[in-house]
């Protein structure tokens, strides 16, 4: 399925949305919850999988729905449709402060690898899928699971991380360390690893994970320097019972009641 092109817009700096630009009858499908507003004569939809078209039938749409929950993700997908005549937009926002990472996939030989909470949403014809790790050590050790996401397509994606976002450009043969958890996006050619933090005490005593992610050019990466889960981890340990203040486990929880909804 070719995909849709879209124009889009983004907003804002470190509580970013992205506003994208529908013409009639073009699509984007959006990872569900993303979702922040929309103007009249679009109509939403929910669907099952990514809605690229890959799989017909039946047993088609059950396959790609089956490959998100691998990952992770909700088995449903939402589209967004311009009914109308003239250009209509929607936007959609991140889950928690951080950037949204423009892609046009043409540039990037059709495929980028991210991992598994990452996607925002993508021109409709992007196809959402999984990306096995052949080496066990990266499934058991990697931070992110054996399984990442592909979005493969000649369309525009957007993924999301926390903090500041940089691109790094490997040469052929250059590798780069980063912790598991920091890494949000590489493109297909990218070699990636985990490799055990050497020295029992750096391991143990360094404030640090003991495994990294070891990532082999030629090819571009892309690096988050404040993954949610280290957020989540420094609010969740300053909570009184975790040994934190009083006046810090007070903002620990009234943070924990606003995302719970108590």
Known sequence: ??????????????????????????????????????????????????????????????????????????????????TGMGKKHVSFASPYPGKIIPMDLRQYGGKIICQKDAFLAAAKGVSIGIEFQRKLGVGFFGGEGFIMQKLEGDGMCFIHAGGTIIRKELLPGQSLRVDTGCLVAMTSNVQYDIEFVKGVKTALFGGEGMFFATLRGPGSVWVQSLPFSRLASRVFAAAPSR???????SMAKGIFDMFSGD
């Open 1 to 82: 399925m070719n995909n849709h092109e879209i124009d889009y817009h983004i907003y804002g700096d470190d509580m970013q949305f992205v506003e994208v630009e529908l013409d009639p009858q073009e699509s984007v499908v959006a990872e569900a919850g993303s979702f922040m507003m929309m103007e009249d004569e679009i109509h939403m939809e929910t669907i099952f999988g990514d809605g690229s078209g890959t799989g017909s039938g039946i047993m088609g749409k059950l396959f790609s729905a089956g490959k998100r929950v691998l990952t992770g993700e909700s088995l449903f997908m939402t589209t967004f449709t311009n």
């Open 243 to 249: 040994g934190g203040s009083k006046d810090e486990g």
